[in-house]
């Protein structure tokens, strides 16, 4: 594979960064992640994936306002980037072809 | 109105632990993202429960990837993440981590020999203090791997005749064995009785000066291990035997011996092996060979031993039960004698004093003879020569660091201008010390593993196997380094820290008086203590020299003894071999000097008229051992063949025998009364007193008598200088004819005698090293200061160059500063050095005088070395080209 390549936890979390368009930070990710897969996570797994993503340019960030909540600490708020974006949608085409490949589509 | 409940806060110490995996860039979100869910959780489910996730939550956070990202260089990322505001970076934070130790790296490299100086003194001084600290742990563990240790207690005598108290390190067979009946405290006993014993296996044939007659209870009083047999039985029937493991190497190879028999003795009883131990450690006072039950002794050997209260023998070691006091059962000793043996003692006229001696203070604080015995005074001596070069090495780096100091001086002015705090370059540059010492530290242990084998060479004894088997002592010793990284450039870091930015960077930055005074007070004490070991080393040489060549009074060169054993056909050998060109004379006696003599209770007439009782040293000898040994006769006549009455009521005494029974002059005892050993008659004879046992004894009262050949006598033969080897391989010969089954066992009286010194000269050999090895240091430290001053006054001698000094007097100035400071250090040394070696010669019966050229050879010594190591830089210097050292910067 000549793209970077996009693991399956990181994959997840990008997702995420993209529904929550613009709010996204280490926190809410992983809540969000919680409610919609049933897995337990935990923050410094959603960190770390959140800065190698960084890293291999899926997103990028920018440190917030300061709230109260946190005992006056900012956050740092994830952008998914266009190259996220066109990453995503490839997977995703990928995936489609795979699923349409596959003869009589009936699990059930 | 109700106050707002204070917010709980998640534990201070994961937030801590956080701080520290993390990178300093990220810690604000990751902190910011975990208190809020804690908040959150605190709501949830309760304070205890989210403090416990919290706590597992930082855990997580302990990734090799965020402790990773610590060390990375960031150009990955496209902005940085520290925050706007200004801060100090913290001194381990990568950044200031790796510029650090890049500014380190590059002046060690910019000063090749300055670094190599420090290094190199650092690294010698590290690798003699590890040898000796291997040593010292070496002797101080004797005898420590016995898990009862502090239980058991060798049982020594004191034995008071009318003349004399002997302190022997043995007692008799019988007080163990009653002591453990009569109380007790005594849990159990061991007593151990090394023996030589001729030991055979098919044609194997072995003389094993080893042999060692044990009790049953000898391995679980004692922690040496056996590998097969059972501890409890191995030793309790007559004739079996217990092997180290290589004995057996010896004897059997690879093939099991156990149930297999040995032939002991000349009459080759057969023993039966019945158990294998582990070779015996080498800080360990018992050592043997061949480990034979005692019953085998006390029943078969030399039965009826086991009743003799006045026969001593056997080393004895007692087991007490814990929590039993030593003291208070050494005070019931007396009686428990005076029931048991009272009677035999007053026969005697001997007073028996037991003592108990903890087996853990026999080795290095008895002061009775014993095969091994260490020397505190060893010990100690090693101990304070290790701390001297440790902190000689110490010294040269605080030296030359400081003295460097000004090199630095613009980096320290830049460094504060931009903001930083004076301790945090108070740590940089101990961090650059403690950099300097690991090299020094990795450079050590290379030095120590090269030295190891060589060292106990020197020693003479297998203090270690090899670097690989000291592991801790490395870790010691790289903690050590660390420490020593962290005092010694503690003086320096204080120094350049505390430099003024203003003035430094105005380029008119001169060193301080106080620095200098400092620089000088530390390398005069250098000078002190290399001094006092030099003349230390020469003292110690003179004596050892003294005792090697000191008229010992009889003859001792081509003097061949050979251990002739029970042979009957000794006359016939003894013969054969006088018949020899190459052989000049023969004798036979019981005893030879520097060898072991028989002692016997004897009384002899004194001045007052009085039969005077002791217990004598003894030489049983033939008619013709006094002129074998060229021995004087002061008074009276030798034994002669004339008078047939010599081997049956004539005894000959030494001067030193005279001495004790009150005549002023040998020729008042001539004709005196004695009674030893069932001969009574009178004294013929005095001779001369000699050395007849080590030098470092004086000479005690000796007896002679004549007597015919028996068991275990020795012979003496003189053999002709100049066909050493052709007589000795012939006399060989005779002896397989005439005594097939019995092993060649000779030594050269000579080589014999320089052995007893060797453990002085061991001593010695080291200490010429380490004091070689202090001077090598201090003249490091001589050789960087020097350098540093010379460089510092190239202007200066470039001008007097040119206003048209000789080379020869700018050598002189440059030089004179520091002979100054050497000569003031050999007055500092000399009395100290004197009294040491003073209270060291003390130990000696006969002693060298400590001359005055003792301290002047040392005096011109070291300021002609120092002077050398100076002049290397200063002629250097004095001879640059004032035009180049005159250009203008």
């Not at chain 2, 009569?182 to 003389?207: A, C, H, Y």
């Not at chain 2, 005892?669 to 004695?674: L, N």
Request: glycine residues 6%; aromatic residues 12%; charged residues 20%.
């Amino acid at each position: 594979m000549s793209r970077t390549y996009l693991g399956e936890f990181e994959e997840l979390v990008l997702l995420t960064v993209a529904i929550l368009n613009g709010s996204a930070y280490g926190l809410n990710i992983a809540e969000e992640l919680k409610q919609r897969t049933n897995r337990s996570i935990n923050l410094s797994g959603v960190h770390v994936a959140l800065y190698r993503l960084e890293e291999k340019g899926f997103v990028q960030s920018e440190l917030g306002g300061a709230t109260p909540a946190r005992g006056g600490r900012r956050k740092r708020l994830f952008l998914i980037t266009t190259y996220g974006k066109r990453t995503l949608d490839e997977l995703r085409q990928v995936r489609n072809d795979l699923w349409e490949a596959i003869p009589n589509l009936s699990f059930s | 109105m109700p106050l707002p409940q204070p917010t709980p806060l998640p534990p201070t110490w994961a937030d801590r632990l956080l701080r520290f995996v993390c990178p300093a860039d990220l810690q604000e979100e990751l902190l910011g993202d975990l208190h809020e869910q804690f908040e959150q959780q605190v709501d949830q489910l309760g304070e205890t429960k989210a403090r416990r996730l919290y706590v597992w939550e930082v855990i997580c956070f302990c990734r090799p990837y965020l402790i990773r990202r610590q060390f990375r260089t960031r150009t990955v990322i496209a902005h940085a993440y520290s925050s706007p505001e200004c801060r100090t970076t913290s001194f381990l934070s990568p950044l200031m981590l790796r510029s650090n130790l890049k500014i380190a790296f590059r002046n060690l490299w910019k000063h090749k020999m300055f670094s190599f100086i420090n290094v190199m003194g650092l690294s010698v001084g590290m690798t003699a203090c590890f040898l000796i600290a291997l040593y010292v742990h070496f002797e101080l563990t004797y005898d420590a791997f016995h898990q009862k240790a502090d239980r058991i207690y060798r049982l020594a005598t004191d034995l008071k005749t009318e003349s004399e108290t002997i302190q022997y390190d043995i007692s008799s067979w019988a007080y163990a064995p009653n002591l453990k009946q009569d109380f007790p405290e005594v849990e159990n006993f061991v007593r151990i009785s090394t023996k030589g014993r001729i030991v055979r296996k098919g044609d194997l044939k072995f003389q094993e000066d080893k042999t060692v007659f044990a009790d049953s209870s000898f391995f679980s009083v004692f922690n040496f291990k056996l590998l097969k047999g059972d501890s409890r039985t191995a030793l309790a029937e007559p004739m079996s035997v217990v092997l180290p493991q290589k004995t057996v190497r010896k004897y059997f190879g690879d093939a099991d011996p156990m149930g297999q028999t040995l032939l002991l003795g000349d009459d080759g009883v057969p023993a039966k092996i019945t158990g294998i131990m582990e070779d015996i450690p080498e800080n360990s006072q018992i050592k043997g060979d061949l480990f034979i039950s005692m019953i085998s002794y006390t029943d078969y050997f030399n039965k009826g031993i086991e009743n003799e209260w006045g026969d001593f023998g056997a080393i004895s070691f007692l087991l007490l039960k814990p929590g039993a006091n030593p003291d208070a059962l050494a005070k019931k000793f007396p009686q428990f004698l005076e029931s048991h043996a009272g009677k035999m003692m007053r026969e005697y006229k001997l007073g028996i004093t037991l003592v108990l001696e903890p087996l853990r203070e026999v080795y290095l604080y008895s002061k009775r003879p014993a095969e091994e015995s260490g020397s505190v005074t060893n010990v100690t001596v090693f101990s304070v020569i290790g701390l001297f070069i440790l902190l000689l090495a110490c010294i040269n780096f605080s030296n030359l660091t400081t003295a460097r100091s000004a090199d630095r001086a613009k980096e320290v002015g830049v460094r504060k201008a931009i903001g930083a705090a004076r301790w945090l370059l108070a740590r940089q540059f101990i961090g650059e010390s403690v950099l300097l010492c690991l090299v020094a530290f990795l450079v050590a242990v290379l030095l120590s593993a090269v030295l190891i084998p060589g060292f106990n060479t020197l020693a003479g004894k297998t203090i270690s196997p090899g670097i690989g088997s000291n592991l801790p002592f490395v870790g010691g010793m790289f903690i050590a380094a660390s420490a020593i990284g962290c005092l010694a450039g503690t003086y320096p870091a204080l120094v350049l820290s505390s430099f003024e930015p203003v003035t430094v960077l105005k380029g008119r930055f001169m060193a301080n008086a106080t620095g200098i005074f400092v620089r000088k007070g530390l390398v005069t004490l250098q000078f002190a203590i290399s001094i006092t070991l030099v003349i230390a080393t020469i003292v110690i040489y003179s004596q050892v020299d003294f005792m090697r060549t000191r008229d010992l009074g009889f003859s001792k060169d081509q003097m061949l003894v050979i251990k002739a054993q029970a042979g009957t056909k000794r006359n016939v050998f003894d013969a054969a071999i006088s018949r020899m060109s190459g052989v000049k004379s023969t004798a036979a006696s019981s005893s030879v000097p520097g060898g072991w003599n028989p002692q016997a209770a004897s009384s002899l007439e004194n001045n007052s008229g009085d039969m005077q009782a002791g217990n004598l040293d003894v030489y049983r000898v033939d008619f013709d051992f006094i002129s074998q040994y060229n021995l004087k006769v002061v008074a009276g006549r030798p034994f002669s063949r004339n008078f047939p009455a010599d081997s049956s009521q004539s005894l000959m005494i030494n001067e030193a025998m005279a001495k004790v029974l009150g005549y002023s002059r040998p020729q008042a005892a001539i004709g005196k009364r004695f009674d030893q050993w069932g001969r009574k008659g009178t004294i013929v004879g005095v001779l001369k007193d000699f050395h007849f046992k080590s030098l470092q004894e004086t000479i005690k009262p000796l007896t002679f008598r004549v007597t015919d050949w028996w068991n275990g006598d020795l012979l003496s033969v003189k053999i002709d200088g100049r066909q050493v080897r052709q007589t000795l391989e012939a006399i060989e010969a005779q002896w397989k004819q005439h005594n097939p089954d019995r092993p060649f066992d000779y030594y050269f009286m000579d080589e014999f005698f320089d052995r007893q010194y060797r453990s002085d000269e061991r001593f010695q050999t080291l200490f010429v090293n380490f004091a070689l090895l202090a001077i090598f240091i201090s003249c490091l430290g001589l050789l960087g200061l020097a350098s540093y001053t010379t460089v510092q006054r190239t202007k200066e001698i470039g001008v007097r160059k040119v206003l048209g000094a000789s080379t020869g007097s700018i050598v002189g100035l440059l030089s004179k500063d520091f002979l100054k400071l050497v000569v003031l250090a050999f007055l500092i040394a000399s009395p100290l050095a004197w009294y040491g070696m003073h209270r060291w010669l003390e130990n000696f019966a006969y002693q060298t005088p400590i001359r005055w050229w003792v301290f002047g050879s040392a005096g011109v010594l070291s300021v002609t070395v120092a002077f050398v190591t100076i002049s290397f830089q200063s002629i250097r210097a004095a001879l640059l080209n004032p035009v180049k050292s005159l250009r203008s910067e």
